[in-house]
């Protein structure tokens, strides 16, 4: 009989007790532990199984779970009694940084340190014992969420040295969604406090602490070394692209059709592979995100159960504010293509605002895209003339649900104007100049700001706003229109073309965008005029001539843009 499926449960040893579904990891523990690195972490997406992991990993060594053996019997690390004697003998320190999310450093500093409070509170007893000389004692009183710097950079170390003592063995410590102070500090301009803070903390725990067994920090990036390991050379780093721990997080596809078998559920299995395959970790492909999996187990039915599971306010302000080139990356990733670019897995947000590659990289450890090819083969002779070689990878957007998502942002990016939106396509497709300058009027007024947040916004350029728009249009009208943008055709590249999947219903459209050029226009008249003639022109219509579409099925629009004026012109 199957097992029910308990949504939301972090706890190892709740899932157990109360015999609810679960995926055996238990051999992460053996992986971990044979490897002997002092200091580990493993960055993986959200929602795949790191806090189970973690919870898992420490009612596994924690003397505090010295007498419930119990809890692994049956499961693959309980198989070799060399591991069985090691469950339950170790103090451990685990921490979780997830729940910080303040919006400035000092509320955020608070949290880290009441959590570091809390754990002195558990251990309060060691005041009563003759461990501790006064200093010590008094210290320990110390340790309060307005601590000072320098006694919340050495609690940890101390703590370790007193459990040591208490104990007579190294700690543990299990450090859970490390990076997500740094994330919201980045998000709400707190960045270098932040950073030299969580640095200095890490520092004592993890470099400085001769108290310390091992430690293991799990999060959704890998932040930079420079950033807050600069002084952890004892860090072994897991990255997306790391053979190590490949099936520990998240589910292999045996696993998931297995689930779906027990549960008389065999003939979803093709399209729960559409829409939740994807993920690769190293060389171990078809692995599924576990949020999705287990809520599908739960109800029947498919939806983007683990792409809305929280904020994606970052991406989304991310992508809304990149250049054009990137958001016609993005529109071929949309419609199922990929893209080939270098990837450096050590994010510096900071480089977030300027490169491409960082945010790339971002998508990749959150999960979003996925590796199809990876050329890591050095060139041969290799030489100065090659310095700046590095490897490429091919991405691809992850699955259907990421798909979903993302069709589903650029969708609200137009919420504020959605009526409008709506009646503009309607306009569109109907030939009504018009109708599109009404709503699309509107449309720029009511959204206009949304797109131009950036820092490096501005109403005199609404690039970011059109090429926002021309995604809008490719969620819109996919199911109608092949949509591209800035390709040659002709004698140039055009802006967008909409190209019809059934050329017997609906007519091909060009679109060119122009800005008022103050010094040879005089008005908005003038750019329409002068973008329809670079239409003309450039002959931007080959490619659809090419394809057999008669020009007389082809409608040419100029737009032109001054500050949040629009004004659209059809060739006649």
């Not at 549960?263 to 979803?268: A, I, L, V």
């Not at 995604?471 to 019809?500: C, H, K, M, Q, W």
Request: net charge negative; glycine share 6%.
């Amino acid at each position: 009989m199957a097992k029910n499926v308990a949504i939301g449960i972090q706890s190892f040893s709740k899932l157990i007790e109360n015999d609810c579904f679960y995926v055996d990891k238990t051999d992460f523990i053996r992986e971990w532990w044979d490897s002997k690195d002092e200091v580990t972490l493993i960055a993986r997406p959200r929602r795949f199984g790191k806090t189970l992991n973690m919870s898992m990993t420490e009612q596994f060594f924690s003397l505090e779970y010295a007498q419930k053996g119990g809890l692994f019997e049956g499961l693959s690390i309980w198989e070799a009694e060399a591991y069985r004697n090691l469950q339950g003998t170790y103090p451990v320190i685990s921490l979780s940084f997830a729940a910080v999310k303040e919006t400035c450093f000092s509320e955020a500093r608070k949290s880290l340190c009441r959590m570091i409070e809390e754990q002195y509170n558990k251990y309060e007893f060691l005041l009563e014992k003759n461990l501790l000389n006064d200093k010590e004692r008094a210290f320990y009183q110390e340790v309060t969420a307005g601590m000072s710097d320098s006694a919340a950079s050495a609690a940890l170390r101390m703590l370790s040295d007193f459990l040591y003592r208490l104990y007579g063995k190294k700690v543990i410590i299990l450090l859970d969604e490390y990076d997500t102070p740094m994330q919201e500090a980045y998000i709400n301009g707190y960045w270098n406090e932040m950073v030299s803070f969580i640095r200095t903390l890490f520092n004592s725990a993890f470099k400085t602490n001769p108290w310390l067994e091992r430690a293991l920090l799990t999060g959704i990036t890998r932040v930079s070394k420079e950033s807050v390991f600069s002084d952890l050379n004892n860090l072994k780093v897991v990255t997306a692209t790391s053979e190590e721990y490949a099936s520990c997080f998240g589910f292999t596809e045996k696993e998931v059709f297995l689930a779906l078998d027990q549960r008389n559920m065999g003939d979803k299995k093709e399209q729960i592979k559409l829409w939740y395959d994807g993920f690769i970790f190293g060389s171990q492909r078809d692995i599924y995100n576990p949020w999705s999996i287990l809520n599908f187990l739960d109800t029947g039915k498919f939806s983007a159960y683990w792409a809305n599971t929280s904020s994606n306010s970052l991406v989304s302000r991310l992508l809304r504010e990149s250049s054009p080139r990137m958001k016609e990356t993005f529109e071929e990733l949309i419609r199922g293509g990929t893209l080939r670019t270098s990837i450096d897995e050590q994010m510096v947000f900071s480089q977030l605002d300027s490169s491409e590659e960082a945010i790339w990289s971002l998508l990749l450890a959150s999960g979003y895209l996925k590796v199809l090819h990876f050329e890591d083969e050095i060139p041969d002779g290799l030489g100065e003339e090659n310095a700046d070689w590095e490897p490429v990878y091919e991405l691809a957007l992850t699955n259907l649900e990421v798909r979903r998502m993302f069709r589903s942002m650029i969708r609200g990016w137009f919420a504020r104007a959605e009526h409008d939106y709506n009646d503009f396509i309607k306009g569109l497709l109907q030939g009504n100049v018009r109708a599109m300058n009404t709503y699309m009027n509107r449309v720029a007024l009511q959204t206009f700001s949304y797109f131009d947040t950036g820092r490096n916004g501005s109403f005199s350029q609404p690039e970011r706003f059109y090429h926002g728009f021309v995604l809008g249009l490719a969620v819109e009208l996919s199911g109608r229109y092949f949509i591209t943008s800035n390709r040659e055709s002709g004698f140039g590249r055009y802006d967008v073309i909409l190209e019809p999947k059934k050329p017997a219903e609906d007519d091909a459209v060009i679109l060119e965008f122009k800005v008022l050029d103050e010094y040879d226009e005089k008005d908005l008249e003038d750019t329409v005029a002068s973008a329809l003639q670079q239409i003309k022109e450039k002959n931007y219509s080959a490619v659809l001539v090419q394809k057999g579409t008669p020009e007389s099925r082809i409608r040419r629009y100029g737009f032109a843009f001054q500050g949040k004026r629009v004004l659209i012109g059809q060739e006649l």
